[in-house]
């Protein structure tokens, strides 16, 4: 049985699994059941390829399933001394952010501030800038491009409508 269906098995385990190891054990279970349900495979009952193949998806299945209920499993974690994050590029990224907000217009600036700083809605920066909603949704548009040209190394924005 194995020197016929052999190789379809394996073709057909491995591109469900994608992983080679896997699909020949797959295969090995496969013809252990097929062995143990010989008389399942008889002409008059159908395809035996179709069984097998059947069969292996089954496998495949059962396999996903009972990796889904299972915990993840966790490597060994050898011991390390604890070593303390470098927060210098943070640094780094706030000082260019607040340098990018000084070259925008103070209009712009308040709106992302607002927005972005204080995590206010549009509806409550516009009430705390004494501006429309729609005047805040416009300048933060316009400020946030600015601010992206300016990160960029293109020009300040200075074609931005206030």
């Known amino acids: 049985m194995y020197n016929e269906h052999g190789a379809s098995l394996l ?15 797959i295969v090995q279970e496969t013809l252990l059941r097929a062995w143990k349900h010989s008389d399942a495979l ?4 159908g395809s035996v390829r179709g069984w097998l193949l059947t069969v ?5 299945t059962d396999r996903a399933r009972a990796r889904a209920v299972r915990p993840p499993e966790v490597a060994e974690v050898t011991e390390s001394p604890s070593v303390e994050r470098d927060h ?8 260019a952010m607040l340098g990018a907000l000084d070259s925008l ?7 992302l501030v607002e927005i972005y700083y204080k995590g206010r809605t549009v509806t ?7 501006i429309a909603a729609g005047t805040v949704k416009s300048r933060s548009y316009y400020a946030l491009r ?17």
């Open 11 to 25: 073709a057909y385990a491995t591109r469900l699994t994608n992983d080679r190891a896997a699909a020949e054990d």
């Open 88 to 95: 210098a590029d943070q640094i780094v990224d706030s000082m």
């Open 124 to 130: 409550e920066a516009a009430q705390a800038l004494g």
């Open 105 to 111: 217009s103070p209009e712009h600036r308040d709106v």
């Open 146 to 162: 600015a601010l992206r040209a300016v990160m960029s190394g293109g020009k300040t924005g200075t074609e931005v409508p206030r």
């Open 42 to 45: 008889t002409a008059e009952k």
């Open 56 to 60: 292996a998806r089954n496998i495949v």
